[in-house]
């Protein structure tokens, strides 16, 4: 599981001066979620090619295909 310090560190940089934790928990289960269902799209995506090894490209590919 990520740290809630990470989160907070990406909330200061992008100029956010205080959160609460309850916002920082919220960011780092949609992270976290949005990250196990991309990295399952690569996963499958890999395995339709025949290979054992998710590829750079399997991960760019999910997402810009998820974008649309």
Known sequence: ???????ERLAKKVG??????EALE???DIV????????ERA?????HANR???????VRFVVRHEEK
């Open 32 to 39: 976290t979620e949005e990250g196990l269902e991309l990295a």
């Open 26 to 28: 919220e960011m780092r």
């Open 43 to 47: 996963f499958k995506l890999s395995r």
């Open 52 to 58: 054992k090894t998710v590829m750079l490209d399997d």
């Open 16 to 21: 956010i001066k205080r959160i609460s934790k």
């Open 1 to 7: 599981m990520l740290s809630l310090l990470v989160f």
